[in-house]
């Protein structure tokens, strides 16, 4: 087993093992870029998040659900930790680590940040260069993403 930190960013052009291509997405949403990111996606696609029962498969909600991801979740980081490729597939094992803005004592105005880690798996396929389908597994209930997946329930297309 590998492990790959996102942040080495390599360039998403040009880039045509599958593997390649899902490291170079993860360095972009990382370094939030996220249009490049959404860019490596294919115009015909569905991503994926299983945990919080989400789909998309348009590039405008995709790029908005990327952007609330790191609006709630700012200082998030995710490693990942080992790959496995097969033809135009490949699956990455990673580790997210991030910190959840908590109110204190129920208090809006009073907060304080309170940090988490979760393991999960993305299962990622790719046609002629392009993401095709991106699936993403992980537990919800110690993700703290229930918040995230509130924002986007009139958008479930699963």
Do not use: C
């Amino acid at each position: 087993m590998s492990t790959t930190s996102i942040n080495s960013g390599a360039a998403l052009t040009g880039v045509k093992s599958p593997k390649r291509i899902l490291l170079s997405v993860v360095a972009a949403l990382s370094g939030g870029k996220i249009s490049e990111a959404v860019g490596a996606f294919s115009d015909q696609f569905t991503f994926t998040d299983n945990a919080l029962g989400l789909a998309f498969s348009d590039k405008t909600r995709l790029t908005e659900f990327f952007q609330k991801s790191r609006e709630f979740f700012p200082d998030t980081k995710l490693v990942v930790t080992s790959t496995f490729e097969s033809g135009d597939r490949v699956i990455a094992e990673w580790k997210l680590t991030a910190t959840e803005v908590v109110p204190y004592l129920g208090l809006r105005t009073t907060s304080f940040r309170r940090p988490f880690s979760l393991p999960g798996v993305s299962v990622v396929e790719i046609k002629h260069a392009r993401i095709v389908n991106w699936s993403d597994y992980y537990d919800l209930p110690t993700s703290r993403r229930m918040g995230l997946g509130a924002f986007f329930e009139e958008w479930i297309e699963l």
